[in-house]
């Protein structure tokens, strides 16, 4: 079942009020082959985050198959890189919340590999799985 509006707001109205220094970048290696592909680091992964809305919501809060005391969202945003190349973006974020601090973790970011649909968009909107050179 799809989280509500109110509730993906909230999720991103929490990931902007974030300390950057509290975000921490996917060391899975699909993420860092794609990101060093498209010579991109943790400043242009956090403005592409910056921007996610409820539209680009795909699935969540879902538990942390990583374990831990934290929440998965997945959203999907579509980037230009280099003016002419374009990509949709699987997007994996987890809220982890403890009693010494909050912090998000990017744990997926590289094209989509599956099909996504996004409830909240209106109009409705989905992808179909896109092959990038």
Do not use: C
Not at 30 to 38: N, P, R, V
Not at 102 to 130: C, D, G, I, R
């Amino acid at each position: 079942m799809a989280a509500s509006q109110a509730a993906v707001q909230v999720f991103l109205k929490t990931l902007r009020g974030m300390d950057v220094n509290k975000f921490r970048m996917s060391n899975q290696s699909k993420t860092i082959k794609f990101l060093s592909s498209i010579d991109w680091g943790k400043a242009e992964v956090l403005e592409t985050l910056m921007r996610l809305t409820p539209d680009d919501y795909h699935r969540g809060p879902l538990t942390n198959d990583w374990g831990g005391n934290s929440s998965v969202w997945i959203f999907g945003s579509e980037i230009t890189v280099n003016l002419t190349d374009k990509y949709r973006i699987y997007i994996k974020l987890s809220l982890t919340k403890s009693k010494q601090e909050n912090w998000f973790a990017n744990m997926s970011f590289h094209p989509t590999e599956e099909s996504m649909v996004f409830p909240l968009a209106k109009p409705y909107k989905q992808w179909e799985v896109v092959k990038h050179a």
